[in-house]
């Protein structure tokens, strides 16, 4: 079961570990609550590509996330 903590300060906007199953989300790198709310998506899509055993590298995972959060908007 994946598990989400908030941390007031870190490098990058979020970070997910399959080992743990658990996202970190850095909130001094939000600007709003539905920023946090896209970061926390983002962060969970992760997990979900993990846990299907879906194989792809780092970029291709980034790539399909950014493809999925403007897929309403580029497919009409
Ligand atoms: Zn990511």
């Known amino acids: ?6 941390k007031i300060v870190g ?5 997910y570990y399959e080992e743990s199953e658990r996202a970190l ?11 946090i709310y896209k970061t926390i998506t983002h962060e969970l899509i992760h ?5 299907f055993n ?3 590298d780092e970029d291709q ?4 996330i ?7 908007f ?3």
């Open 47 to 51: 997990h979900c590509i993990n846990k």
């Open 11 to 15: 490098d990058d906007r979020g970070a």
């Open 54 to 56: 879906i194989t792809l």
């Open 1 to 6: 079961m994946v598990s989400v903590d908030f």
């Open 61 to 64: 995972e980034e790539s399909l």
């Open 74 to 76: 580029s497919l009409n």
């Open 25 to 35: 989300i850095f909130l001094s790198k939000h600007e709003s609550l539905e920023d």
């Open 66 to 72: 950014f493809q999925m959060s403007w897929a309403e």
